[in-house]
Antibody, heavy 123, light 111 residues
Framework: EVQILESGGGLVQSGGSLRLSCAAS????????MTWVRQAPGKGLQWVSA????????YYADSVKGRFTVSRDNSKNTLYLQMNSLRAEDTAIYYC????????????????WGQGTLVTVSS | QSALTQPASVSGSPGQSITISCTGT?????????VSWYQQYPGKAPKLMIY???NRPSGVSNRFSGSKSGNTASLTISGLQAEDEADYYC???????????FGTGTRVTIL
């Protein structure tokens, strides 16, 4: 059974840092790209970042580029999101999701999702 | 990169069919066959309903179907059921630096 579990969220002051983790099981983690998606309270979904199966390619939304870093440890079946210089507008539930399929680096995501972890940035 | 445009709400009676549109540009929806649709219940994680415009993941009801024409993608739900009442979001790959963009979201209400 595929399971995805995010952790690491919490309350942080503006300008602070947090590292989110996403532990995966039930599938061959190193064969799939992964993505982070967030949802501010009462708002819609926003794509944040993605990483290839090997970790060799990473991608970011313009709003987080230069502040967030996505990485993975395939030996631990875990995805990470290091978030620095946090702002009030980064307050959201952060979800990680698994790739469905990829062709030439372009992927569809989301056949499996975690339950999300809440990040609150206080100003 | 602006969000893709979806109607804020769509409603229908049980048994009817509804269609949710997702309008972008030639740099996203119109340029690539990487449009996905997600269903989300309040307080829950999204669920993938359609990927690559018209593909249904295993386990998703065949009452859900996807299509695309020009810069607009569509999700059709046929034989509406009470359990279909939820929020629906489209998503597309984009040639812009932001790479993927979601739609504004549509609340589906069963009358």
């Amino acid at each position: 059974e595929v399971q995805i579990l995010e952790s690491g969220g919490g309350l942080v002051q503006s300008g602070g840092s947090l590292r989110l983790s996403c532990a995966a099981s039930g599938f061959t983690f190193n064969k799939y790209a992964m993505t982070w998606v967030r949802q501010a309270p009462g708002k819609g979904l926003q794509w944040v970042s993605a990483i290839s199966n090997s970790g060799g390619s990473t991608y970011y939304a313009d709003s987080v580029k230069g502040r967030f870093t996505v990485s993975r440890d395939n030996s631990k079946n875990t995805l990470y999101l290091q978030m620095n210089s946090l702002r009030a507008e980064d307050t959201a539930i952060y979800y990680c999701a698994k790739e469905v399929s990829c062709t030439n680096g372009v992927c569809s995501y989301g056949d499996y999702w975690g339950q999300g972890t809440l990040v609150t940035v206080s100003s | 990169q602006s969000a893709l445009t979806q109607p804020a709400s769509v409603s229908g009676s049980p048994g009817q069919s509804i269609t949710i549109s997702c309008t972008g540009t030639g740099s996203d929806v119109g340029g690539y066959n990487y449009v996905s649709w997600y269903q989300q219940y309040p307080g829950k994680a999204p669920k993938l309903m359609i990927y690559e415009v018209s593909n249904r993941p295993s386990g998703v009801s065949n009452r859900f179907s996807g299509s695309k024409s020009g810069n607009t993608a569509s999700l059709t739900i046929s034989g509406l059921q009470a359990e279909d009442e939820a929020d629906y979001y489209c998503n597309s790959y984009t040639s812009s630096s932001t790479r993927y963009v979601f739609g504004t979201g549509t609340r589906v209400t069963i009358l």
